[in-house]
């Protein structure tokens, strides 16, 4: 199960993070991600991050004012820090789990909307 939260009402400019705590099976050894969906629109790759954190992918729309990170000390937890925040950031954001390749295991999302 994969559980989304932090999203929100923003400024153009500002900031939010959101995080994805994933449970009931042993995420400490998936790759993580995030997406995002606007209504009418394909879901779009935002960011990912692999097991141990050692490695990370963004989209280019969002690199250099994204930052994926995961702690697995405990349970998994998935984080994804947006800054510099604009209109078209505007979208539903769900959290992923990768399992041989394919994102297999999706949270329900939290939406984030950012006012221009």
């Known amino acids: 199960q994969l559980v989304e939260s932090g999203g929100g009402l923003v400024q153009a400019g500002g900031s939010l993070r959101l995080s994805c705590v994933a449970s009931g099976r042993t995420f400490s050894t998936y790759d993580m991600g995030w997406f995002r969906q606007t209504p009418g629109k394909e879901r779009e790759f935002i960011a990912s991050?692999?097991?141990?954190?050692?490695?990370?992918?963004y989209a280019d729309s969002v690199k250099g004012r994204f930052t994926i990170s995961r702690d697995n000390a405990e349970s998994t937890v998935a984080y994804l820090q947006m800054n510099s925040l604009k209109f078209e950031d505007t979208a539903r954001y769900y959290c992923?789990?990768?399992?041989?390749?394919?994102?297999?295991?999706w949270g329900q999302g939290t939406q984030v909307t950012v006012s221009s």
């Open positions: 992923a789990a990768n399992e041989y390749g394919t994102w297999s295991y």
């Open positions: 991050i692999n097991y141990n954190g050692g490695s990370t992918w």
